[in-house]
C-alpha cells in the first residue's frame, strides 16, 4: 500500500528553520518525482519544490528559491523540505505528492501526481 506521510511542521517564528519530512511507503522514493505543495486558507494550493527521479534535479517556485532545499535519502525512502528563512507568508498546510512520471517543468501541476500525504502545518509568527 502506497503512504506518504508528512512530519515537521509547527510554529516557528520570523527568519526561523524548519524541516519537513515525507517518509514513503509502499515504493522507493528514487524511481518517483516527489513535490511538495502548500496551501494557506483560502488561497490556491501552490507548488513549493519538486525533486525528480532520473537525475534528482531540483525545481523550486520563485517565492522560496534561496531558502528552502530539497533533498532525498534513499536509504530512508524520505524526501526532505529544509526551510530557512521563514516568513509569515510561508505559513500553509504542506503536502507531499509522488508520481512516476517525469515531471521536469511541468511539477508544478498537481493534477500530474498520483499520490498525496496527509499533510503538516507550518505557522510562521511572531
Known amino acids: 500500500q502506497v503512504q506518504l506521510v508528512e512530519s515537521g511542521g509547527g510554529l516557528v517564528q520570523p527568519g526561523g528553520s524548519l524541516r519537513l519530512s515525507c517518509a514513503a511507503s509502499?515504493?522507493?522514493?528514487?524511481?518517483?518525482?516527489v513535490g511538495w505543495f502548500r496551501q494557506a486558507p483560502g488561497k490556491e494550493r501552490e507548488g513549493v519544490s519538486c525533486?525528480?527521479?532520473?537525475?534528482?534535479?531540483?525545481y523550486y517556485a520563485d517565492s522560496v528559491k534561496g531558502r528552502f532545499t530539497i533533498s532525498r535519502d534513499n536509504a530512508k525512502n524520505t524526501v526532505y523540505l529544509q526551510m530557512n528563512s521563514l516568513k509569515p507568508e510561508d505559513t500553509a498546510a504542506y503536502y507531499c505528492a509522488a508520481t512516476i512520471v517525469d515531471l521536469r517543468d511541468r511539477w508544478q501541476d498537481a493534477v500530474h501526481y498520483d499520490y498525496w500525504g496527509q499533510g503538516t502545518q507550518v505557522t510562521v509568527s511572531s
Open positions: 509502499g515504493f522507493t522514493v528514487d524511481y518517483y518525482a
Open positions: 525533486i525528480m527521479s532520473s537525475d534528482g534535479s531540483t
